[in-house]
């Protein structure tokens, strides 16, 4: 599967974005979806993921509340709504395709086969 993020760009502090990410290739409903970030200096790390069927979602606790994730199997995308952005949300966001039917979700990136390019969240204070 190959997958296209998009969305990212610069906002203030308090804002909010949505972040997309598109998929072509082989069934996307073959596929747990997660979105990792990179802030400078930092490793890679765990945001969001979401089931095959979309039933099932996880996030990490520091966007837990201000962060949704969701995906539309018939046209092959998922998003991820950020609210209430905060200058530690400023990273580079990736989104990755899960094959394994890992449940619960993974959250290691070494457990997504198939990465997007990134898109750049920069938040401003």
């Known amino acids: 599967v190959q997958l296209q993020a998009s969305g990212g760009g610069l906002v203030q502090a308090g804002g909010s974005l949505r972040l997309s990410c598109a998929a072509s290739?082989?069934?996307?409903?073959?596929?747990?979806m997660g979105w990792f970030r990179q802030a400078p200096g930092k490793g890679r790390e765990f945001v969001a993921a979401?089931?095959?069927?979309?039933?099932?979602?996880s996030y990490a606790d520091a966007v837990k509340g201000r962060f949704s994730i969701s995906r539309n199997n018939g046209v092959n995308i998922f998003w991820m709504q950020m609210t209430r952005l905060t200058v530690e949300d400023t990273a580079v966001y990736y989104c990755?395709?899960?094959?394994?039917?890992?449940?619960?979700?993974?959250?290691?990136?070494?457990?997504?086969?198939?990465w997007g390019q990134g898109t750049l969240v920069t938040v401003s204070s």
């Open positions: 990755a395709a899960d094959q394994s039917r890992t449940t619960p979700l993974a959250r290691d990136a070494s457990d997504y086969e198939f």
């Open positions: 290739g082989r069934a996307f409903t073959l596929y747990n």
């Open positions: 979401i089931s095959r069927g979309g039933g099932t979602k």
